[in-house]
C-alpha cells in the first residue's frame, strides 16, 4: 500500500493510472476507522483496479463550537486497517496542502441543506462539497463510495455529481452497526460508558417508528412522535432533531407514499451523534441507492 501525502503526487499518480486504463475506486474519509469505513473500502476493492482512501479530517466542515480538535485520530492503525481493507493507496495530506489559502472559489448549496443536519451545522456541507470537489480532481475516480449513515451528505453529494456533471459514480452502502444496533461512528469512542448504553436507544426509535410505517401509519408526524417520545424517555441526550422526509430531495412531506428518510441527530456530553432509517412507504428499508 502507498501513502501519498501531497496533491501533486496523488494528482500525477491518478492520471497515470487513467491512461494505463486503470479504474479508480474512491473512499473518503475523516479516518479512525472501525467496521464502517472497512465495508466500503472492501465494496471498493471489488469493483475497482485500483482503490484510493483519504484521510482528512476537514476544518472547512467543522462550525467553531464544533468537535474538530477532539475528533479521534490514529493513522498507524488507520494504516494496518487500510492495508488489511486492500486499499492500494492512502492520500494524506495536511490542512495546509489542502487549503494553502483561504478560499476564494465558494459553493453555494441552496436545497437539501436547510434540513437535518445542516440546518444545526451552518456550513457544513458547504465545506463537505468543496473538499469533495477538490478530492474528486485530485483523485479522478470512477466511483465514490459512501455510507448511508450520512445519508443527507449522501443526498448533497448526489447533487453534487449531477449539478457539476462528475464523471463520477456515487455507491452509497448500508450502515454498520454495533451488536446492540448503535451506528458505528468515529465519535463513539467519545461517549461516556452511560451515554454509550443510552445511544443504544437511538437505533430501537427508529426502528420503533418504522414499525408503525409497516402497520400501515402514513402520518409522519405520528412516526416522528414516536421516535422523540422513545430518546427522550430512555435516553440522557438532548434530542437535535428527528425529520422524516422524502429521499433524497429531502422535502417535507405530509403522507408517506414513497421513498423517505427517517433521521435523528442526539446530543450527549462526548459527541453528537446522528442515525436514519430509508425505507419505502411501506415501512420496507430501501436496500441501494443510486445504482
Ligand atoms: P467519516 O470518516 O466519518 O467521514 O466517514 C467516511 C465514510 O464512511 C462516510 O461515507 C460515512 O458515511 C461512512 N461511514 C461512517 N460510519 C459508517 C457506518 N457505521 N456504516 C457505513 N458507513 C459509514
Known sequence: MKIIRTVNEMQETAVSLLKNNKTIGFVPTMGFFHEGHIALMEQA??????????????????????????????????????????????????????????????????DRVNVLCGRSRPGHFQGV??????????????KA????????QVAVVNALIEDLNFPIELVALPTIRESDG??????????????????????KALENGRQLVVDGEKNPDIVVK??????????????????????????????????????????FEGARLIDNLLFDKNGKIVERLFK
Open 45 to 110: 476493492k471489488q469493483e475497482n483496479d485500483i482503490v484510493v482512501s483519504s484521510i482528512f479530517v476537514n476544518p472547512l466542515q467543522f462550525g467553531p463550537n464544533e468537535d474538530y480538535e477532539q475528533y479521534p485520530r490514529d493513522e498507524e492503525q488507520d494504516l494496518t486497517y487500510a492495508d488489511t481493507a486492500g486499499v492500494d493507496i492512502v492520500f494524506i495530506p495536511t490542512t495546509q496542502e489542502m487549503y494553502p489559502r483561504k478560499m476564494v472559489i465558494n459553493l453555494d448549496i441552496s
Open 129 to 142: 462539497v468543496t473538499v469533495l470537489s477538490k478530492l474528486f480532481h485530485i483523485i479522478h475516480p470512477n
Open 145 to 152: 463510495y459512501f455510507g448511508r449513515k450520512d445519508a443527507q
Open 182 to 203: 448503535l451506528a458505528k461512528s468515529s465519535r463513539n469512542v467519545n461517549l461516556r460508558e452511560k451515554e454509550r448504553k443510552d445511544a443504544t436507544w437511538i437505533y
Open 226 to 267: 414516536e421516535v422523540l417520545d422513545t430518546i427522550d424517555t430512555h435516553t440522557s441526550g438532548k434530542i437535535d432533531y428527528v425529520e422524516l422526509l422524502s429521499y433524497p430531495e429531502l422535502q417535507a412531506i405530509s403522507v408517506i407514499e414513497q421513498e423517505v428518510i427517517l433521521a435523528t441527530a442526539v446530543y
